[in-house]
């Protein structure tokens, strides 16, 4: 069937928060008295939810107490350093171009991806930001993709997902979802190019100038430009 639109992971997809995040982590961890984490250590823990984040970094003992101390933290931190990711708006233009519909779903606490993609502009390409605690699952559970996939209007096989990560993978193909990786995040393109994926390339503009035209050139006339 014809792809009708394109779901998005936030962080290491479409933007880069990750400095904002290690200095919330660093602020909420040594303030627990744990030791200060390495900016790589936390980025590579990202992914799941917070609660999920914690438990890599300290256990899963204190992890609901950090999440609650990391809120308000973070929210003084968002926008520091957050910067778009090389071919994120200019994909969700072509997008919108195109008449593909577009949508955010991440494990990212739902008013914080709304507010980082207010911030960046983003939100104005998108049909919605869904994120954690929206909902009562979070990725890769099949019911958030199924649930997304009702809220934008499409079944999975008119959809694509397009994310950084293992758990971007899983989130596509428990409901059989194609999807498309990009290098932009917490894992590399050697360590992506294990995973079955339709694709894996180094970012968005990769996306956006081969592998999304072969998709769509057929049914849309997609062209980045």
């Not at 990202?46 to 999440?67: F, H, N, P, Q, Y």
């Not at 997902?161 to 990786?181: K, N, Q, R």
Request: glycine share 8%; hydrophobic share 40%; proline share 4%.
């Amino acid at each position: 069937m014809p792809i009708r639109a394109i779901l998005f992971d936030l962080d290491g997809t479409l933007l880069d928060q990750f400095e904002a995040i290690h200095r919330a982590f660093v602020r909420v961890l040594t303030q627990m008295g744990f030791p200060e984490p390495s900016f790589e250590k936390v980025k590579r823990a990202v992914g799941g939810a917070s609660e999920a984040t914690m438990t890599k970094l300290i256990g899963a003992e204190r992890a609901e107490e950090a999440v609650q101390i990391l809120r308000p933290i973070f929210e003084e931190e968002m926008f520091n350093g957050l910067r778009a990711l090389p071919g994120s708006r200019e994909i969700l233009e072509a997008c919108k171009k195109h008449g593909l519909k577009t949508a955010v779903l991440t494990n990212k606490y739902g008013p914080h991806a709304r507010a980082a993609c207010d911030h960046l502009d983003f939100s104005e390409l998108l049909s919605f930001t869904l994120g954690a605690n929206d909902t009562d699952w979070k990725k890769p559970d099949s019911r958030l993709s199924h649930y997304a996939l009702e809220k934008i209007g499409v079944s999975a096989d008119e959809a694509i997902y397009i994310g950084d990560s293992p758990y971007d993978y899983e989130t596509a193909s428990g409901v059989g979802m194609d999807c498309l990786l990009v290098a932009t995040g917490t894992h590399s393109q050697t360590e992506l190019s294990k995973l079955p994926a339709f694709s894996v390339d180094r970012n968005l503009f990769k996306v956006l100038e081969k592998t999304l035209p072969e998709i769509l050139s057929d049914q849309t006339g997609f062209r980045e430009t």
